[in-house]
């Protein structure tokens, strides 16, 4: 069982900056499971926004490319998705997923409670 607590969101003006948070449980989480940060806003379908697999390749979606950041922390086991430029169209309501990606968890899913972002002036 793997369990995700994000952090972080919050209002902000258009062109500010955000760092939300992912705090995992499990000291392998890491090695085991891909992480992945996900957006919602209201009316519309949950999007990918952000990963990082197990072997630390990392990408983006087009809309948040050269602005958003994923990283990870081992020794806290947190991700992190530094937001940079932000704009009105990047509010939602930020998600964070473990994606299982080895044998013994291979399709296991866990999500977060979501942390609400505002871009607004």
């Known amino acids: 069982q793997v369990q995700l607590v994000e952090s972080g969101g919050g209002l902000v003006q258009p062109g500010g900056s955000l760092r939300l948070s992912c705090a995992a449980s499990g000291r392998s989480i890491f090695s085991t499971y891909d992480m992945y940060w996900y957006r919602q806003a209201p009316g519309t379908q949950r999007e990918l926004v952000a990963f990082?697999?197990?072997?630390?390749?990392?990408n983006s979606a087009n809309s948040v490319k050269g602005r958003f950041t994923i990283s990870r922390d081992y020794a806290k086991t947190t991700v992190y998705l530094q937001m940079n430029s932000l704009k009105p169209e990047d509010t939602a309501v930020y998600y964070c997923?473990?994606?299982?990606?080895?044998?013994?968890?291979?399709?296991?899913?866990?999500w977060g409670q979501g942390t609400q972002v505002t871009v607004s002036s």
């Open positions: 990082i697999t197990t072997g630390g390749w990392k």
């Open positions: 997923n473990a994606h299982g990606a080895v044998a013994g968890v291979f399709g296991e899913e866990y």
